[in-house]
């Protein structure tokens, strides 16, 4: 009774169950997702060489500034002035207060800064870091009236214990020793020991530098101060606007200058032989008060400034890191591209053969980290691209037994890699430009599919899957 029956009539055969397997084509697009996100794996691991290797390009910056100087950031000159307040007793006798000694600061009524800096490369290893030396000129005009009233009830200014403090992030930069004149001449300047701010103050750190007593100080009078000294320094350079009004100019021969810091210059001029600036800051915009005592009023200070950094063009592990945020979206589109040649010939790829494609992508990435240390960025990803492509087109040309199919390849996967760069280049419009990226590659998958019939191509055995894509013409 079986054996009479329909469902019996057509021969097994006729449908084999490994022809069905084969050319799944649900199943193979899950299997190629499946991979593509294990590949996730050891682009993880590429994204960890990439942090290892910034982390040595650190050491290596820091390793130059141990004998150069780091990066450098000028606060004052400050007119610091000790001043004693009495032991205070009630007319009984009675103790109302200990006797306390502090410090006020005077930051300049005017403060006008000029530093020219000249350039190189230092090398360690394979890495090479930006450093700097300058000539620093410093005038500043303190007004002593800007201190009345702001001293506790009963306290006595030591002005013949007052002294001129500059500031600097790294002392070890200094080329010469600080010279400072002052006006009008009858003042003269004193250098001695180096003194501490009290513990606590903020400015502990704020301290190295130049110190210099001065000494025939009147109480409210006025005088100006000129100093000058060379300076070395890594990769930046910032200024402090302490003055009530401060103007700077920063120049220097790198042709690109990334200003930077709590202002911006209001002129600038940048040519491919370097850079001039110019600030101007006014009281107001600032957020140092003019007179503060210490401790208390040092940690406005750290951080304020404004200036230049020794911008490099193309920071190649950052390029890098941002291309392998995008680097599972291009192994799958490497894959579209095989999955569509499969599905649109009779041409088969076992799972194995996409992992060995998906690896040459992968492999990509590393490449191109390891050569941009040696010949720069732009210079890697055509060198890495290159190799990637020609390997996988070669392997495709062999796999599908078609040079056509391996050059059609070819153009799709140059494309991808072109478009990869300009979306690096581009950065603010990375967004917009992936979003086309995969709004077109649907479109085209879409396209060149539309007319498959799935549930047909699903049942046929390999070889006869293009003869159903394509039926012959009905005769007569």
Same mark, same amino acid.
């Given at each position: 009774?079986?054996?009479?029956?329909?469902?019996?009539?057509?021969?097994?055969?006729?449908?084999?169950?490994?022809?069905?397997?084969?050319?799944?084509?649900?199943?193979?697009?899950?299997?190629?997702?499946?991979?593509?996100?294990?590949?996730?794996?050891?682009?993880?691991?590429?994204?960890?060489?990439?942090?290892?290797?910034?982390?040595?390009?650190?050491?290596?910056?820091?390793?130059?500034?141990?004998?150069?100087?780091?990066?450098?950031?000028?606060?004052?000159?400050?007119?610091?002035?000790?001043?004693?307040?009495?032991?205070?007793?009630?007319?009984?006798?009675?103790?109302?207060?200990?006797?306390?000694?502090?410090?006020?600061?005077?930051?300049?009524?005017?403060?006008?800064?000029?530093?020219?800096?000249?350039?190189?490369?230092?090398?360690?290893?394979?890495?090479?870091?930006?450093?700097?030396?300058?000539?620093?000129?410093?005038?500043?005009?303190?007004?002593?009236?800007?201190?009345?009233?702001?001293?506790?009830?009963?306290?006595?200014?030591?002005?013949?214990?007052?002294?001129?403090?500059?500031?600097?992030?790294?002392?070890?930069?200094?080329?010469?020793?600080?010279?400072?004149?002052?006006?009008?001449?009858?003042?003269?300047?004193?250098?001695?020991?180096?003194?501490?701010?009290?513990?606590?103050?903020?400015?502990?750190?704020?301290?190295?530098?130049?110190?210099?007593?001065?000494?025939?100080?009147?109480?409210?009078?006025?005088?100006?101060?000129?100093?000058?000294?060379?300076?070395?320094?890594?990769?930046?350079?910032?200024?402090?606007?302490?003055?009530?009004?401060?103007?700077?100019?920063?120049?220097?021969?790198?042709?690109?200058?990334?200003?930077?810091?709590?202002?911006?210059?209001?002129?600038?001029?940048?040519?491919?032989?370097?850079?001039?600036?110019?600030?101007?800051?006014?009281?107001?915009?600032?957020?140092?008060?003019?007179?503060?005592?210490?401790?208390?009023?040092?940690?406005?200070?750290?951080?304020?400034?404004?200036?230049?950094?020794?911008?490099?063009?193309?920071?190649?592990?950052?390029?890098?890191?941002?291309?392998?945020?995008?680097?599972?979206?291009?192994?799958?589109?490497?894959?579209?591209?095989?999955?569509?040649?499969?599905? !649109?010939?009779? =041409?088969?790829?076992?799972?194995?053969? /996409?992992? *060995?494609?998906?690896?040459?992508? #992968? %492999? $990509?990435?590393? &490449?191109?980290?390891?050569?941009?240390?040696?010949?720069?960025?732009?210079?890697?990803?055509?060198?890495?691209?290159?190799?990637?492509?020609?390997?996988?087109?070669?392997?495709?040309?062999?796999?599908?037994?078609?040079?056509?199919?391996?050059?059609?390849?070819?153009?799709?996967?140059?494309?991808?890699?072109? !478009?990869?760069? =300009?979306?690096?280049?581009?950065?603010? /419009?990375? *967004?917009?430009?992936?979003?086309? #990226? %995969? $709004?077109?590659? &649907?479109?085209?998958?879409?396209?060149?599919?539309?007319?498959?019939?799935?549930?047909?191509?699903?049942?046929?055995?390999?070889?006869?899957?293009?003869?159903?894509?394509?039926?012959?013409?009905?005769?007569?």
């Amino acid at each position: 009774m079986l054996d009479n029956s329909p469902f019996n009539k057509q021969p097994a055969s006729s449908i084999p169950f490994s022809g069905l397997r084969a050319r799944a084509p649900g199943l193979k697009l899950a299997g190629i997702v499946v991979l593509t996100f294990l590949l996730g794996i050891p682009l993880f691991l590429i994204q960890s060489a990439v942090n290892e290797r910034r982390m040595s390009a650190d050491a290596a910056a820091s390793s130059v500034a141990q004998g150069w100087g780091g990066p450098q950031e000028l606060a004052g000159p400050f007119l610091v002035v000790p001043f004693n307040l009495p032991e205070r007793r009630s007319p009984a006798g009675v103790l109302l207060g200990q006797g306390e000694r502090g410090t006020i600061v005077l930051a300049p009524e005017e403060f006008d800064a000029a530093i020219d800096a000249t350039t190189q490369m230092r090398s360690r290893g394979i890495y090479d870091v930006p450093v700097y030396e300058a000539k620093v000129n410093l005038i500043a005009r303190f007004d002593l009236a800007r201190l009345d009233g702001k001293l506790p009830s009963g306290a006595v200014l030591e002005l013949d214990k007052a002294r001129l403090s500059l500031a600097l992030s790294d002392p070890r930069g200094l080329t010469e020793t600080p010279t400072a004149v002052l006006k009008p001449e009858g003042l003269t300047v004193i250098t001695g020991e180096t003194p501490r701010f009290e513990s606590g103050s903020g400015l502990e750190s704020w301290v190295s530098g130049m110190h210099a007593d001065i000494a025939t100080l009147a109480p409210g009078s006025v005088f100006s101060v000129r100093i000058n000294f060379g300076l070395r320094g890594l990769n930046m350079i910032h200024i402090v606007p302490v003055g009530d009004t401060t103007r700077a100019r920063i120049s220097a021969d790198w042709p690109h200058p990334s200003f930077s810091g709590s202002f911006l210059p209001v002129t600038r001029e940048i040519s491919a032989s370097g850079f001039s600036a110019s600030w101007e800051v006014p009281a107001l915009a600032r957020a140092m008060p003019q007179v503060f005592i210490e401790p208390g009023g040092g940690y406005l200070i750290a951080g304020s400034g404004f200036g230049v950094q020794l911008f490099e063009p193309v920071d190649l592990y950052h390029s890098t890191e941002r291309a392998l945020k995008y680097a599972l979206l291009f192994v799958g589109l490497a894959f579209l591209a095989f999955f569509l040649v499969e599905t !649109l010939t009779d =041409a088969r790829i076992h799972v194995v053969q /996409y992992m *060995l494609v998906g690896s040459a992508q #992968v %492999l $990509f990435y590393l &490449l191109l980290l390891a050569l941009a240390e040696q010949v720069g960025f732009a210079n890697a990803y055509l060198a890495a691209t290159a190799a990637s492509v020609l390997l996988t087109c070669l392997y495709a040309g062999a796999i599908f037994r078609s040079r056509g199919k391996g050059f059609i390849l070819f153009g799709v996967l140059s494309a991808l890699y072109a !478009l990869l760069f =300009a979306i690096l280049d581009q950065e603010d /419009y990375a *967004l917009l430009a992936g979003s086309a #990226v %995969l $709004f077109v590659a &649907l479109a085209l998958t879409m396209f060149l599919t539309r007319k498959i019939d799935w549930y047909q191509v699903a049942m046929l055995p390999a070889g006869q899957a293009e003869k159903a894509e394509n039926p012959p013409e009905p005769k007569g």
